[in-house]
Structures are given as structure tokens and as C-alpha cells.
């Protein structure tokens, strides 16, 4: 508009009427009132709400892209008798106020709108679901303006040259009936006999922040793990690497454990980003085990959000332990790029009728955050069913930048094949563990190489998966000697000896699985093909004891740990979609 007007009906336009022949028939005078009026965010995403972006009412990804970003108020500013904030009505400490969206009104005219009219923010029903809108009144006075209760509000024209100040609050994650996006309209009303007409509308466009996952190429902040009546070698190993790599340890104690050792079932570590806000959020699995109070409790806080997902008439499958949720390090796939990486889960085989999957309104969660397009992978051949028991991603120096570790009963046969064509045929695994085996017993089971070959054909298929939607080549793939056995009761497998492809990652530090093969030479044979695969490519390898505590309960030290790890740089708004 042109320069606004300082009083009401300021400016005036004389009009006179004349008749066919030219005769005056009367005067008119119009009076005239201009105001500017913006609704503003943060459309260019640089952390500062610019005046009047004309692409602030409508959202576009990539470099290039536009529109505002919106956090869910997922964590809780009280440690006690917390909440999620998202649960309250009300802004109790000004701290929430961070992780909310900044929208400002921006009006320039006359000191009072003429009689009659006024300003209205207003969001839809549908919208009313997914954000929540306060004003600021006062340093510590933020009332709550827009709700599903309220889906219109009268707001103050305060006059001259001046900016009303709001806090919009995303209430809900993307999901199968939310693609993330809402719209927040401010109208000038005139006044009517009828329904009030809106002569002017503003509007602007959110999308809430996706929930993000780590992968385990970036930097570690923090390690947890359980503590339990039985697990002290694990304790022990583990905290002898944490500290010796630098990060933090978090143990969890039994009274809040109540005897549950498998922190990486019940939770994964993730994050959501912002221009002006980050903060790491915690899902947590529907498993509910002993361990379901520990995220709620202990990491739910101020800049700690918590999220999770109930299934609703499904029977929970461990299928549904996040053991059975991991994410590749970024990748290029045909030309695409995944700069976040992508996620993986396991499923059932394709065209089984019966087999277990994850549920799915984790499915459907997991899908519509949209920077992490999901790969599914078949698990349900093994006994516990996680994508973890048979493939990691660790750091590279070269190449992609890290390696996918596949679990290979080809490549432990080949190991002890090798063993015996040298002569250690009668060299033992499981010393000191009272089941003693030979190498020449093992390679003379028929029924035990057979459940191998089948084991291996699972793998197979998994690894032309990977290949194909991660964008691999053989060069980026390490296969790991791992063998199985099938448990004739449910007709899937088990790791056979520790699952040394369940490994920790602390940056280039790996805590594996102590796999107690064939010692020889006073050497684990195992642990000797592990360095020589791994270690080339810079990283240390620590055999952690699991033996009794995890393998005999069919986990090992990734199933009984988690890693908060730092975000990417890479920023998802970002993204080219």
C-alpha cells in the first residue's frame, strides 16, 4: 500500500453529482483510512521473522526454498511432576518460549481502525490439531489466542508504526494423516449487518520439523546402558571404553530397569532442528517393557523431547524393539541424494502370509517424516528378529565414508576351513565357557552347514537390497564371520557364538561381541580376522565380555546400549524433494 494514514478517515475525497444537463445535484465527501498491515516468520529460514515475505504463505523445499519452520513443544521446561509441554495450555516459564515459532503482526496507519472494524487471527479445524498460538502481553504474560477450542481471536490494532509479538506452538509430529504443513490467516473485518467480511487476508505457512535419526558416522555425546545383577564384565568392558574414547556414560540402575538390560529396544535417539531451536527427541518403542518408564522419567527435560507411537489392536512383535530400527550414514542412490541417510527396518518376507512385522503406526510414523525415506529389509527369519543381528554401519576413510558390515556364515567357513587346512583343527571356541566345540566338529555338521546355507541365502537377500537402495558396490561391503543356528521350536536362528556385527560405535572405537572362537597361538582366531578387516580402515576394535549377560539371552552390546550423537550439519528444510 501507499504511505498509511495517522488518523482515521484522514484523507478525504470530494465528490459532486450533476444531473443530464449538467446541473449540480449534490455533494459527497469518502473518507479515506490506509493501513499496513503484515502477518510475519520466518520465511527465509535464517533465524530472523523479515518483514513482509512474499513467499511467506506458501513452503518449498531445498536450498532455494521458503516457508516457516515449527518445532513440537516435545520436551518439558519442569523435571517435576513433568509433562510434555505440548500437554499444557500455558506457558509457565519463559524458556518454552524458545522452542516455539516467533510470528509477528506489523501494522503502520492511523492510531484506531475506524468504528466498527477490526483484526482477526484465525486457523482451521483441521489445523486446530496441530498448533497452538500465544501473544505476548507482558514479560512474563503470554495468554493462549488459538486452540481447537478457539479457532478465531480478536487481536489488539495497537496504531502508528508498531509490532504485536506471537508464539506458535506445533503440537504433532508428521504422520499418516498429517503431512506437517498449517496455515495461520490474519483478516481485517469490516463491520455488517451480516456475518463480518473479511476486505483483507494475510496468511502464513508452517511445516513441523520431522523427527530426525542419527546414524552412527556422527560424533557420540552420550552412551547408556543397564545396570543389572549379571552384567558386570559387560559394565566393566563398556565403561572402560567410553571413558577411554572421551564420551559420557549414563547407566541406568535396576530400580528403574527392574531387571529389562536392552536399552536399544526400547528407545532410538533422534532429534528435530530448526532454524532458531534444536533438540534431541527420544522414541520410544511400544515394546513397554521393564525399561518403559526410563525415557519418560530420566531423559524427558527441558531441550529433551519424547515422542512414541501406541499400537492400536495390533499384538506388539519384537519386530517392534528398536533393535529393528537403524539408519545409514547419507548416501547417493542413482543420481538422488539422501543427505540425512535412510532409515531401516525388518519386516516379514513379502509374499509370507503369517510372519511378524513392525507395527504400523510406527510404520507410518517412520514414512511421514519424509527425510529418511524408509528401506525395508526381511528379519523375520531370525528368532528375535532385529535388522542388528546381521548388518552396522561403521566410519570409512575413503570411499562413501563408512562400510556397511554384513554378518557371513561364507565367510566363518571360510575362516575355519583355513584353521583346519593349517592344522588347528582340534583348536576350541567357547573356552572357559563350559560347551567347548572343536573347529573339525563344527565343519563336519552337515544339519549345522545346511542351517548356514539358509541363514546365508537370508543375508543374500538383504544385501542386493541394501546394494540397490543405498547405492552400494561390493567394495563398500565387509563381510563378517558369523555363523547361526536354527531353533528347531520356531524354525529361525540365533546367532551361534557372540554376534559380533552387534557392535557399539564411538566414532572410529568399536565395542564388539567377544565371540570366545578357536584360540590359536594363544589368539582368538575370530578376533584376529575381526582387526584385520576393520582395522585398516583406522578403527579399534575392543572385545567387550557379553557372553552370559546378552548372548545367552540372545542379544549382544548393541542390544544392551544407545548413543545420543550429535545432529547433522546438513539442515532437512535443505533438502531437494
Known amino acids: 500500500m501507499g504511505a498509511a494514514s495517522k488518523l482515521p478517515n484522514e484523507s478525504k475525497l470530494s465528490v459532486k453529482f450533476?444531473?443530464?444537463?449538467?446541473?449540480?445535484?449534490?455533494?459527497?465527501?469518502?473518507?479515506?483510512?490506509?493501513?499496513?498491515?503484515?502477518?510475519?516468520?520466518?520465511?527465509?529460514?535464517?533465524?530472523?521473522?523479515?518483514?513482509?515475505?512474499?513467499?511467506?504463505?506458501?513452503?518449498?523445499?531445498?536450498?532455494?526454498?521458503?516457508?516457516?519452520?515449527?518445532?513440537?513443544?516435545?520436551?518439558?521446561?519442569?523435571?517435576?511432576?513433568?509433562?510434555?509441554?505440548?500437554?499444557?495450555?500455558?506457558?509457565?516459564?519463559?524458556?518454552?518460549?524458545?522452542?516455539?515459532?516467533?510470528?509477528?503482526?506489523?501494522?503502520?496507519?492511523?492510531?484506531?481502525?475506524?468504528?466498527?472494524?477490526?483484526?482477526?487471527?484465525?486457523?482451521?479445524?483441521?489445523?486446530?490439531?496441530?498448533?497452538?498460538?500465544?501473544?505476548?502481553?507482558?514479560?512474563?504474560?503470554?495468554?493462549?489466542?488459538?486452540?481447537?477450542?478457539?479457532?478465531?481471536?480478536?487481536?489488539?490494532?495497537?496504531?502508528?508504526?508498531?509490532?504485536?509479538?506471537?508464539?506458535?506452538?506445533?503440537?504433532?509430529?508428521?504422520?499418516?494423516?498429517?503431512?506437517?504443513?498449517?496455515?495461520?490467516?490474519?483478516?481485517?473485518?469490516?463491520?455488517?449487518?451480516?456475518?463480518?467480511?473479511?476486505?483483507?487476508?494475510?496468511?502464513?505457512?508452517?511445516?513441523?520439523?520431522?523427527?530426525?535419526?542419527?546414524?552412527?558416522?556422527?560424533?557420540?555425546?552420550?552412551?547408556?546402558?543397564?545396570?543389572?545383577?549379571?552384567?558386570?564384565?559387560?559394565?566393566?568392558?563398556?565403561?572402560?571404553?567410553?571413558?577411554?574414547?572421551?564420551?559420557?556414560?549414563?547407566?541406568?540402575?535396576?530400580?528403574?530397569?527392574?531387571?529389562?538390560?536392552?536399552?536399544?529396544?526400547?528407545?532410538?535417539?533422534?532429534?528435530?532442528?530448526?532454524?532458531?531451536?534444536?533438540?534431541?527427541?527420544?522414541?520410544?518403542?511400544?515394546?513397554?517393557?521393564?525399561?518403559?518408564?526410563?525415557?519418560?522419567?530420566?531423559?524427558?527435560?527441558?531441550?529433551?523431547?519424547?515422542?512414541?507411537?501406541?499400537?492400536?489392536?495390533?499384538?506388539?512383535?519384537s519386530l517392534d524393539s528398536f533393535g529393528n530400527l537403524e539408519v545409514s550414514p547419507p548416501v547417493t542412490v542413482n543420481g538422488k541424494n539422501y543427505p540425512l541417510g535412510r532409515i531401516i527396518i525388518g519386516v516379514a518376507f513379502p509374499t509370507t502370509a503369517h510372519g511378524r512385522n513392525m507395527t504400523k503406526v510406527v510404520q507410518d510414523f517412520l514414512w511421514a517424516q519424509k527425510v529418511q525415506e524408509p528401506i525395508a529389509l526381511y528379519s523375520d527369519w531370525l528368532v528375535v528378529g532385529h535388522v542388528d543381528e546381521f548388518m552396522t554401519f561403521v566410519p570409512a576413510p575413503d570411499r562413501k565414508g563408512f562400510r556397511l558390515l554384513l554378518a557371513s556364515p561364507d565367510a566363518a567357513y571360510t575362516v575355519f576351513t583355513n584353521l583346519q587346512n593349517n592344522g588347528h583343527g582340534k583348536a576350541k571356541l567357547f573356552q572357559g565357557k563350559g560347551e567347548e566345540i572343536s573347529v573339525n566338529e563344527i565343519l563336519s555338521n552337515e544339519e549345522f552347514r545346511a542351517e548356514n546355507i539358509y541363514v546365508q541365502s537370508c543375508i543374500d537377500w538383504n544385501r542386493d537390497v541394501l546394494k540397490k537402495e543405498l547405492g552400494l558396490d561390493e567394495d563398500d561391503i565387509i563381510d563378517l564371520p558369523i555363523l547361526f543356528k536354527v531353533m528347531a521350536e520356531e524354525n529361525r536362528a540365533v546367532a551361534y557364538y557372540p554376534d559380533m556385527v552387534n557392535m557399539i560405535v564411538l566414532g572410529t572405537n568399536l565395542g564388539i561381541p567377544k565371540p570366545f572362537g578357536p584360540q590359536v597361538n594363544g589368539s582368538c582366531a575370530l578376533e584376529t580376522e575381526m582387526r584385520s578387516l576393520l582395522e585398516p580402515l583406522g578403527l579399534n576394535c575392543t572385545f567387550i565380555d557379553d557372553f552370559a549377560s546378552y548372548h545367552k539371552l540372545l542379544g549382544e552390546v548393541h542390544c544392551g546400549s544407545n548413543v545420543l550423537r550429535e545432529p547433522f550439519a546438513f539442515k532437512w528444510w535443505n533438502l531437494e524433494m
Open 18 to 317: 450533476y444531473g443530464s444537463k449538467k446541473e449540480a445535484l449534490g455533494n459527497a465527501v469518502l473518507h479515506l483510512t490506509a493501513v499496513e498491515i503484515s502477518l510475519d516468520v520466518d520465511a527465509d529460514r535464517d533465524g530472523i521473522v523479515e518483514k513482509n515475505n512474499s513467499n511467506k504463505a506458501s513452503w518449498k523445499w531445498g536450498p532455494n526454498g521458503h516457508g516457516a519452520v515449527l518445532l513440537v513443544n516435545c520436551d518439558s521446561e519442569s523435571y517435576y511432576k513433568k509433562r510434555v509441554d505440548t500437554e499444557k495450555e500455558e506457558i509457565s516459564k519463559v524458556s518454552d518460549l524458545k522452542d516455539m515459532s516467533r510470528m509477528i503482526l506489523r501494522t503502520s496507519g492511523p492510531t484506531q481502525l475506524p468504528e466498527g472494524y477490526k483484526l482477526s487471527l484465525h486457523i482451521t479445524q483441521t489445523d486446530a490439531e496441530s498448533v497452538r498460538v500465544f501473544i505476548r502481553c507482558g514479560p512474563l504474560d503470554y495468554p493462549l489466542v488459538l486452540n481447537k477450542e478457539q479457532l478465531a481471536a480478536e487481536v489488539p490494532y495497537l496504531g502508528g508504526n508498531s509490532e504485536l509479538e506471537f508464539f506458535v506452538e506445533g503440537l504433532r509430529f508428521p504422520d499418516k494423516d498429517f503431512e506437517g504443513l498449517v496455515t495461520i490467516s490474519l483478516s481485517l473485518l469490516e463491520p455488517s449487518d451480516f456475518p463480518e467480511t473479511p476486505i483483507f487476508t494475510d496468511k502464513v505457512v508452517f511445516r513441523v520439523a520431522p523427527w530426525i535419526m542419527t546414524p552412527n558416522t556422527l560424533k557420540p555425546v552420550e552412551v547408556f546402558v543397564c545396570s543389572t545383577s549379571d552384567n558386570y564384565e559387560f559394565l566393566k568392558g563398556i565403561r572402560k571404553m567410553v571413558q577411554s574414547s572421551g564420551y559420557k556414560l549414563k547407566i541406568c540402575h535396576e530400580y528403574m530397569n527392574r531387571g529389562d538390560r536392552w536399552m536399544q529396544d526400547e528407545i532410538e535417539f533422534g532429534y528435530i532442528d530448526s532454524p532458531h531451536q534444536r533438540f534431541p527427541v527420544v522414541l520410544d518403542s511400544p515394546r513397554d517393557g521393564d525399561l518403559q518408564e526410563f525415557p519418560y522419567e530420566v531423559l524427558l527435560g527441558p531441550d529433551f523431547g519424547y515422542v512414541t507411537r501406541y499400537a492400536q489392536a495390533e499384538e506388539v512383535s
